[in-house]
């Protein structure tokens, strides 16, 4: 059996981050690029949908996310900073994002 390697990176920053570039990706295209299961990915979708770091908008057969990168960090040690402090690290732009929740008539403030 091959040892995993660890990672800075939980499933859910990957999914955040990989919503924040690609709003209309599938579960399959998103375990493709994370390397998880799609069961794993729904898992991780819904609990941040239920949390409000992402909204999902049905779009014919498909999803369409919006991402809320002004929500701080869920761990108490990170609380102080918000999620767009990781997703610029992560090369997302927020400048897009926020187009998007305008877009979307949601006001957001800037991280």
């Known amino acids: 059996m091959k040892k995993r390697e660890w990672t ?3 499933n859910h920053g990957r999914v955040l981050a990989y919503l924040a570039k690609q709003p209309r990706a599938t579960t ?3 375990a493709q690029a994370a ?8 898992k991780v ?8 770091y992402i909204v999902r908008h049905r779009e014919g057969r498909g ?16 609380r102080e900073y918000v999620v767009g402090n990781l997703l610029l ?3 997302c732009d927020l400048q897009k994002l ?3 929740l305008q877009n979307n008539g949601i006001r957001s403030s800037k991280p």
């Open 8 to 10: 800075f990176l939980t």
């Open 98 to 100: 926020a187009q998007r």
């Open 35 to 42: 390397n998880v299961t799609e069961r794993a990915i729904q």
């Open 28 to 30: 399959r295209e998103i």
């Open 63 to 78: 999803n369409r996310y919006t991402v809320h990168p002004e929500l701080p960090m869920r761990h108490r040690m990170e």
């Open 89 to 91: 690290a992560l090369g």
């Open 45 to 52: 979708i819904f609990e941040m949908e239920r949390e409000g």
